[in-house]
């Protein structure tokens, strides 16, 4: 039986980094050396400087290739670290095709970074496939998708995107960190460049920034090694060895937090208080057949619109687990306002067009136990409630 032909769960402990062939240790040792001795003035040995190549952030390295099967990972000191190197894969005068409501982060690096060194956009719905054929340009080289979004949770079809993007030789760009390889395989349904903030799910206790990237293509890995090397933003390796001990979870931690979000999701459903709860398991969601087909689950991140933005501030104020963050993917739950968080680099005007309203709460569901959680939302909308009759 090789790895190859254990279930993914199995390869997160049981891969090519399960041991050290040195010394047999089952944690991959750190080496915080970052250069190497050569012992032949004419034939250096594999490793020279850990900026290029480091035996720890090559483990991580190898292991998230082999998750998201792919040829070649890498390892970056943040997600936006990641998505930046990918982008130098393009050159001025290039256009990329953009999901509308791409994370904060990327929409402000597309828009005042790249657009600086002359490589322009469109944003696009990408969930509907008829706008992303009509904004192709002579010069379009990618397509950059995150599904599902950030955080209104629309599906791309990755498969149908990445068919576009070969028929005219572009890329495609595929933002994984919603679902990680543990649910869904870009690479496997066309994409060329799996994309991660490692910072979420895959290492999973808020303790650590991380980025990951992952290609099929041999040639493609040879440019973003290349680039990663040039550019620098490489992860150090206390670092690497953090988003090692995380993955081993991985999926023990998806498959929980996955299956409170769906009780979450049900709850928030019926509330009289909740407008709209957006959740790709919810069967009223519009691409809930296609999600089911691409992906082995819903995630556990989903969002909720309430009454308005009064409703939202008294909510926040006397929900009392989740902690009120930035960030997702964590072993506690988290609850963010993108308007003022995640999204706050978008303009309001952009964010309204987004359907990304001031009353929308984005809820990352950890490890706690659900009926906790759901005790405490009611909680604090009686707070709401008791708020009204005052009135
Ligand atoms: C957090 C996040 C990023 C950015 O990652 P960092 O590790 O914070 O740099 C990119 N994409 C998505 C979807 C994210 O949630």
Redesign the pocket.
């Known amino acids: 039986m090789t790895n190859e032909s254990y279930t993914f769960q199995t390869r997160l402990l049981h891969n090519s980094h399960k041991i050290d062939p040195e010394t047999g240790a089952v944690s991959v040792p750190v080496q915080h050396a970052s250069t190497y001795h050569q012992f032949d003035v004419d034939r250096f040995g594999k490793y020279d400087y850990s900026r290029s190549l480091n035996p720890t952030r090559e483990a991580l390295e190898d292991v998230i290739a082999e998750l998201e099967g792919g040829t070649k990972g890498f390892a970056f000191s943040?997600?936006?670290a990641a998505?930046s190197t990918a982008f130098l894969l393009l050159s001025a005068g290039d256009h990329v095709v953009i999901t509308e409501d791409v994370?904060g982060?990327?929409f402000r690096m597309v828009t005042e970074v790249l657009s600086r060194l002359g490589i322009d956009h469109t944003f696009v719905d990408m969930t509907d496939l008829d706008e992303v054929r009509q904004a192709i340009r002579p010069n379009t080289k990618a397509f950059y998708v995150?599904t599902p979004s950030?955080p209104l949770l629309k599906v791309t079809d990755i498969r149908a995107v990445s068919e576009i993007a070969k028929e005219i030789g572009a890329l495609t760009f595929v933002?994984n960190?919603?679902l990680t390889p543990a649910l869904q395989k870009p690479l496997e349904l066309g994409a060329d460049i799996v994309l991660h903030?490692a910072?979420?799910f895959i290492s999973g206790h808020s303790d650590v920034?991380?980025?990951l990237a992952v290609v099929k293509d041999q040639a493609l890995a040879e440019k973003l090694g290349f680039l990663q090397n040039s550019f620098g933003a490489v992860l150090g390796v206390q670092d690497a060895w953090l988003v090692l001990r995380g993955l081993k979870t991985l999926h023990v931690r998806l498959a929980q937090s996955q299956q409170s979000a769906l009780q979450i999701a049900h709850y928030l459903e019926q509330h009289p208080l909740v407008r709209k709860v957006h959740y790709p398991a919810l069967a009223g969601h519009p691409q809930h057949d296609l999600q089911k087909a691409q992906a082995k689950g819903p995630g556990a991140v989903l969002s909720f619109e309430l009454e308005d933005e009064e409703v939202l501030r008294s909510f926040v104020a006397h929900v009392e687990i989740p902690v009120f963050a930035v960030?997702?993917g964590a072993v506690e739950s988290i609850l963010s306002y993108p308007a003022k968080m995640s999204h706050a680099a978008m303009a309001p005007e952009e964010r309204k067009k987004r359907g990304i309203s001031d009353s929308l709460l984005r809820f990352s569901v950890g490890l706690e136990n659900a009926a906790d959680l759901i005790a405490d939302f009611e909680q604090a909308f009686s707070y709401v409630r008791a708020g009204e009759t005052a009135k």
């Open positions: 943040s997600g936006m998505i994370y982060g990327t995150e950030n933002d960190t919603f903030s910072t979420k920034i991380a980025g960030s997702l």
